[in-house]
């Protein structure tokens, strides 16, 4: 894992535990953030959202796999 990859994932983190502790409008609050360029926003909203539906809500460290799909299984 690269540092920029691990600094993305401690940031997805943080917007994660923000939104279990603080709900979602401040969770949109907080992307909305003029600082945040469109891709950077894009990039966060996406895996903020596929870790959320994984379960992850920011604890420290975690970071979900999604599971492959049994249909992908050539088996």
Excluded: F
């Excluded at 894992?1 to 603080?22: A, D, G, I, N, P």
């Excluded at 903020?48 to 249909?71: A, D, F, M, V």
């Amino acid at each position: 894992m690269t540092q920029e990859e691990y600094r993305h994932q401690c940031e997805v983190r943080v917007y994660l535990y923000e939104r279990s502790q603080k709900g979602k409008d401040h969770l949109r609050k907080m992307l909305s953030h003029p600082k945040l360029s469109a891709q950077r926003r894009e990039r966060l909203a996406n895996d903020i959202w596929e870790q959320w539906k994984l379960g992850n809500r920011g604890e420290h460290g975690c970071w979900k796999k999604p599971s492959l799909p049994q249909l992908d299984l050539d088996i």
